[in-house]
């Protein structure tokens, strides 16, 4: 029976909606219209978004960008010893090419609850000073105005090391951390969303270090 | 919503991943009031259930490549919306100071059983706002009318200028389809108060068609 027909003497047998559907279609959300324009918007806001095809090939972009980074660093450094002779600093810089920039672990992320849809592929590449993780993340929304993104390595005794913050509101969701610890000791990588300081009340479950929103573990390569 | 489409849900899904803005904008039809109604239900403003709609598609738009075909577009893009919504009302809260009158029934959305109500809600106003969305357009008012506006048949008759034996057999016909497409809600897994649980993960719930 439909919700206004009480006592309608002529009401022909109604097929019964399941339990609780009665309920629904008597709130107001049910029926809401969205605005007229929201899908331009939408549009609008798809069109200036790229979207995340091929994350893979993304690891080789980002380690050469670094890789030049770090060749701008050695060529710095050489400049800043002119008259002393540092033997070596050629020897020791980074490696010329992508290709010998080869990971010692990989892993994959997966989202927790809070982010259902994010993943994310980590490389580990050992750079001699520390561990460089790239991370290529898929579906990891920008942190919200107020809120920034932590990675942290753990040990399997519960100790954790923060690896370095990020807000992703920029860029092609590419994102190198690093890490000043053995990654062996430290093999599960959590990503968390934190408040950036002063923090209100903290949230129910963060342990102190944010909420979880992708988690995974090392896996060493051959 | 809009124009109908010629593809059925299973082609939708199929080529989604494609990057195809026809394919959004039909998508979009398709789906874009039950994600604004998922949204509303849990912001319960219409300007930020806008913005939280408008962020759905845009995460569905970026992750689409993503998306196997195979599987069905409607429990993965509820997934993004209620996702969405959440972080819409979370950024709300910081924004304004949080008044205890305006929680509107809910203190947390994250496991606090008040939220959870509210996410249980959000579950179902997916799946019946999609069979409403299904219906056609003269089925759809009757249903309205009679529902949320609580008329009567005769009431509905004289609102809409027809023959209250039109309203009677458009509201008969309306219900056959809404029990049919919700019917998988009667044999969902039910808590013993009769309300019905939300399915985990993405499993089949009500599609467009």
Redesign the interface.
């Given at each position: 029976m439909?919700?206004?027909?009480?006592?309608?003497e002529?009401?022909?047998g109604?097929?019964?909606?399941?339990?609780?559907?009665?309920a629904?279609?008597?709130?107001?959300?049910?029926?809401?219209?969205?605005?007229a324009d929201?899908?331009d918007?939408?549009?609008a806001?798809?069109t200036s978004?790229?979207?995340?095809?091929a994350p893979d090939s993304r690891f080789a972009a980002a380690r050469r960008r670094w890789v030049l980074v770090g060749a701008a660093a050695a060529a710095a450094l050489v400049l800043f010893a002119a008259g002393f002779v540092v033997r070596g600093i050629a020897d020791d810089g980074p490696d010329e090419s992508a290709d010998e920039d080869t990971p010692v672990a990989q892993l994959a992320l997966a989202g927790t609850d809070?982010?259902?849809?994010a993943?994310a592929g980590v490389e580990v590449l050992d750079r001699g000073d520390g561990f460089a993780l790239v991370l290529v993340t898929?579906?990891l929304?920008p942190a919200?105005?107020?809120m920034y993104y932590e990675g942290w390595l753990r040990s399997v005794a519960g100790d954790s090391v923060s690896i370095g913050t990020f807000h992703l509101r920029d860029g092609d969701g590419t994102v190198v951390l690093w890490s000043g610890v053995a990654i062996d000791d430290f093999p599960t990588l959590t990503i968390t969303l934190r408040?950036v300081p002063p923090r209100?009340a903290a949230?129910?479950?963060s342990g102190g270090e944010g909420?979880p929103v992708l988690v995974g573990s090392l896996d060493a390569t051959a | 919503m809009g124009p109908a489409d010629p593809w059925s849900d299973r082609e939708l899904a199929a080529r989604f991943p494609d990057g195809d803005e026809r394919v959004l904008r039909a998508v979009y039809d398709r789906f874009g009031g039950a994600v604004y109604a998922v949204a509303y239900a849990i912001v319960r403003d219409q300007a930020r259930a806008a913005d939280a709609a408008q962020a759905t598609f845009v995460n569905a738009w970026r992750a689409a490549a993503r998306f196997d075909g195979s599987h069905d577009l409607a429990p993965w893009l509820f997934t993004i919306a209620r996702r969405a919504a959440i972080d819409e009302y979370r950024r709300q809260r910081r924004v304004v100071p949080t008044d205890p009158a305006d929680l509107d029934g809910f203190d947390a959305l994250d496991g606090v059983s008040r939220g959870d109500v509210v996410l249980e809600q959000a579950w179902e106003t997916w799946q019946v706002r999609l069979a409403v969305d299904s219906l056609p357009g003269d089925e759809r008012e009757v249903v309205r009318l009679s529902w949320f506006e609580g008329l009567t048949h005769p009431q509905i008759a004289s609102q809409l200028d027809m023959p209250v034996g039109t309203v009677k057999s458009r509201s008969h016909r309306a219900h056959r389809r809404l029990a049919n497409a919700l019917a998988h809600l009667r044999d969902a897994n039910r808590a013993g108060d009769g309300n019905v649980r939300q399915p985990q993960g993405d499993e089949g719930g009500v599609s467009g068609q």
């Open positions: 439909s919700g206004g027909d009480a006592g309608d002529d009401e022909v109604v097929p019964d909606l399941p339990p609780g559907v009665d629904s279609l008597r709130r107001a959300d049910v029926w809401t219209a969205p605005p929201l899908f918007r939408i549009a806001a798809v978004t790229p979207r995340t095809d809070l982010a259902p849809m993943k898929d579906g929304a919200p105005d107020g408040a209100e949230e129910p479950g909420e | -």
